[in-house]
């Protein structure tokens, strides 16, 4: 199931290719594209596609990507749905690894690579390969036993993945990792890239120690700087690298990522302290972050809160 939003067709051809190489499953794309382009969509994906709607007009809220997954799962005819982002791309394979292990969980996360990999990409991959070591990275896609969101999820959050997988555990499910399962995706355009900075940061909001940890990256880089220790700068962005190819090294992942991406370790860091210290401003004087025209204020419910509306 694809929530998208696009601006144009000219990736249609492409996705009509993609959903014709899936066999055996049944596609839904809620699609929120203006009527041209939904019309442009719904002639090239005829017959590629079980259904192509928009999104059910009484979901509310703030989050699009959300409204288009609940649209998509109150279509679904099976239990078992994997969500994905218009930029992934399963395989036969990894779509039926991906499916299997619902049999014995009720969320899974595989893991994202980008091919190709054009230079924004290699410092992106630094974070993938950090998170990798840090609690696990969030992918463009997920696969979700529909049964374990009868209520569905908050609508109203910028970091819509980790919300869909609190409620899925506060509604009692299990949560999967499948670091090993590499699921092919394209890098964003330069340009789109530039404008994830600042909410990716804002995302941290609902993890308050990493957000706390990022925000003293600056303020410890300012205090080597005063106090004339470079060796200080240097150990820093060794241990960084360092954790970083242990993530590239971990499950295999030298077949999929480049050693420079953990060779940019350092400048994602320092990407990340700057980015977020914008979004803590963001937060504060704004209200919010604004994304896809909303401003939205909550990042992802925590999960003592879920767990106290599902009591």
Not at 114 to 125: E, G, Q, R, S, Y
Not at 132 to 139: M, S
Not at 183 to 212: C, G, K, N
Request: some cysteine; glycine content about 6%; hydrophobic content about 45%.
């Amino acid at each position: 199931m694809l929530p998208i939003r696009a601006s144009d067709a000219r990736h249609a051809g492409e996705l009509r290719e993609y959903f014709l190489s899936l066999r055996e499953v049944d596609i839904i794309v809620v699609d929120a594209s203006a009527r041209d382009v939904f019309a442009a969509h719904e002639a090239e994906w005829r017959g590629a596609v079980a259904l192509h709607v928009p999104p059910e007009p009484l979901i509310r809220g703030s989050n699009g990507k959300a409204r288009g997954v609940l649209s998509g799962l109150k279509l679904a005819r099976h239990d078992r749905v994997v969500i994905a982002d218009d930029d992934v791309r399963y395989s036969e394979a990894t779509l039926a690894r991906v499916i299997e292990a619902l049999d014995c969980a009720d969320v899974v996360r595989p893991q994202n690579y980008f091919a190709p990999v054009p230079w924004h990409a290699l410092l992106d991959t630094a974070r993938t390969l950090i998170n990798r070591v840090t609690g696990g990275d969030w992918p463009g896609t997920l696969a979700v036993r529909r049964s374990k969101l009868p209520d569905g999820y908050n609508p109203n959050v910028l970091f819509e993945n980790l919300e869909l997988v609190r409620t899925v555990r506060a509604n009692g499910g299990r949560e999967v990792r499948l670091d090993d399962c590499y699921v092919e995706r394209r890098p964003p355009t330069t340009a789109h890239y530039w404008s994830q900075r600042i909410r990716q940061a804002y995302d941290e909001f609902a993890r308050p120690s990493r957000l706390l940890a990022q925000l003293a990256i600056l303020p410890l880089l300012f205090l080597c700087i005063a106090f004339r220790r470079p060796d200080a700068i240097a150990l820093g962005s060794l241990i960084a690298m360092l954790m970083a190819e242990v993530g590239r090294r971990a499950h295999g992942g030298r077949r999929y990522f480049s050693v420079l991406s953990s060779l940019c370790a350092p400048l994602w860091l320092l990407e990340r302290g700057c980015c977020s210290w914008a979004a803590l401003y963001a937060r504060a004087c704004r209200g919010g972050m604004w994304y896809a025209g909303s401003l939205i204020r909550e990042a992802a419910s925590m999960p003592s809160k879920l767990a106290q509306q599902g009591t």
